[in-house]
């Protein structure tokens, strides 16, 4: 799509929900999304739930939802296959014309949605939401994401927008265009990036969640950064061949150094502690190195696999 689209057009919209324990969450967003779209009668609404093997009644209170509005579609996986994969069989399923995945906490706000709508109408393809306040993260998490949109974007050719999370409006070219990616460690941020497209952005606040508990941790979100960066850059290997070749260097020029001392002013004994330093120092070198040479043979070995990104369990369709 490169042409703007009239704003009287009745549009389908999709909107993909994953969700894992979110059974306290799921009505409040319910009722959010039907105060902002029964006043939009040309969007066409679908709501597609993927449940990411939820392990408390979110199943369950969905289905209730879905008997009286049969707008809600719901996607039951296996397992929990984690939310990148979620998010790839939403899009793998979603029927709409224009499509928005949206958390079910309510910190990504549907009131932002009609203004994307209108951007799309204006001819973009892609309508980002960036989160210009913070304030309901923590100091850590802030610093920590910024940290890794500085250190992700110096490494590779297709940036991530900052601030910038899953919340977007994407014209069904896009979601197509992602379809065709075919890897299976999925970072969707950096997938969402690298597709391109006509984007603008709508600035917003990030509020407090609704309800429940966030199911990110620290651990997670180191593992998350990881995959970030392994995924769309191998500027870590090529660091560790200029950081050998830093030390070869300067073990060259330490030697000659000893060689010229010695020469000068006779053999002497050297120090044990120097040389615990210097064994340590370049064994850890050594290990951290076997380590990134570890993460990217792992993930090639686990794609070279070709199993499926999820596994769909069931699929309840709500009467329309």
Same mark, same amino acid.
């Given at each position: 799509?490169?042409?703007?689209?009239?704003?009287?057009?009745?549009?389908?919209?999709?909107?993909?929900?994953?969700?894992?324990?979110?059974?306290?969450?799921?009505?409040?967003?319910?009722?959010?999304?039907?105060?902002?779209?029964?006043?939009?009668?040309?969007?066409?609404?679908?709501?597609?739930?993927?449940?990411?093997?939820?392990?408390?009644?979110?199943?369950?209170?969905?289905?209730?939802?879905?008997?009286?509005?049969?707008?809600?579609?719901?996607?039951?996986?296996?397992?929990?296959?984690?939310?990148?994969?979620?998010?790839?069989?939403?899009?793998?399923?979603?029927?709409?014309? =224009?499509?928005?995945?949206?958390?079910?906490?309510?910190?990504?706000?549907?009131?932002?949605?009609?203004?994307?709508?209108?951007?799309?109408?204006?001819?973009?393809?892609?309508?980002?939401?960036?989160?210009?306040?913070?304030?309901?993260?923590?100091?850590?998490?802030?610093?920590?994401?910024?940290?890794?949109?500085?250190?992700?974007?110096?490494?590779?050719?297709?940036?991530?927008?900052?601030?910038?999370?899953?919340?977007?409006?994407?014209?069904?070219?896009?979601?197509?265009?992602?379809?065709?990616?075919?890897?299976?460690?999925?970072?969707?941020?950096?997938?969402?990036?690298?597709?391109?497209?006509?984007?603008?952005? =709508?600035?917003?606040?990030?509020?407090?969640?609704?309800?429940?508990?966030?199911?990110?941790?620290?651990?997670?979100?180191?593992?998350?950064?990881?995959?970030?960066?392994?995924?769309?850059?191998?500027?870590?290997?090529?660091?560790?061949?200029?950081?050998?070749?830093?030390?070869?260097?300067?073990?060259?020029?330490?030697?000659?150094?000893?060689?010229?001392?010695?020469?000068?002013?006779?053999?002497?004994?050297?120090?044990?502690?120097?040389?615990?330093?210097?064994?340590?120092?370049?064994?850890?070198?050594?290990?951290?190195?076997?380590?990134?040479?570890?993460?990217?043979?792992?993930?090639?070995?686990?794609?070279?696999?070709?199993?499926?990104?999820?596994?769909?369990?069931?699929?309840?369709?709500?009467?329309?």
């Amino acid at each position: 799509m490169t042409q703007s689209i009239a704003p009287e057009t009745t549009v389908k919209l999709s909107l993909i929900v994953p969700v894992f324990n979110e059974a306290e969450t799921v009505s409040l967003f319910i009722n959010s999304i039907s105060t902002v779209f029964d006043k939009e009668p040309l969007v066409d609404l679908e709501i597609l739930f993927i449940n990411d093997g939820s392990t408390d009644d979110t199943l369950l209170r969905l289905l209730e939802l879905q008997s009286i509005d049969n707008r809600i579609q719901i996607i039951e996986l296996s397992r929990n296959f984690g939310k990148e994969a979620a998010l790839t069989a939403g899009l793998q399923i979603c029927s709409g014309q =224009i499509i928005v995945p949206i958390d079910v906490d309510l910190q990504d706000p549907p009131q932002l949605i009609p203004a994307m709508i209108t951007k799309w109408r204006e001819g973009y393809e892609v309508v980002l939401g960036r989160r210009i306040d913070r304030d309901s993260d923590s100091w850590a998490k802030r610093s920590s994401a910024n940290l890794f949109y500085r250190i992700h974007n110096k490494m590779t050719s297709s940036k991530i927008p900052e601030n910038v999370g899953d919340f977007r409006l994407m014209d069904k070219c896009v979601v197509e265009a992602i379809k065709e990616l075919p890897e299976s460690r999925r970072f969707m941020k950096g997938l969402f990036a690298w597709v391109g497209f006509k984007t603008t952005y =709508i600035n917003y606040s990030r509020p407090q969640r609704s309800a429940g508990t966030s199911k990110f941790n620290g651990w997670k979100l180191w593992n998350f950064a990881l995959e970030g960066i392994t995924s769309f850059s191998t500027d870590p290997l090529k660091i560790w061949t200029y950081l050998g070749l830093t030390f070869s260097a300067i073990s060259f020029l330490f030697a000659i150094f000893i060689a010229l001392k010695v020469i000068i002013h006779g053999a002497d004994v050297p120090g044990y502690a120097s040389i615990m330093v210097a064994v340590t120092f370049l064994g850890g070198l050594q290990l951290i190195g076997i380590g990134i040479l570890g993460e990217y043979l792992g993930r090639t070995y686990i794609e070279s696999k070709r199993r499926p990104v999820f596994i769909i369990r069931q699929i309840y369709r709500g009467k329309r």
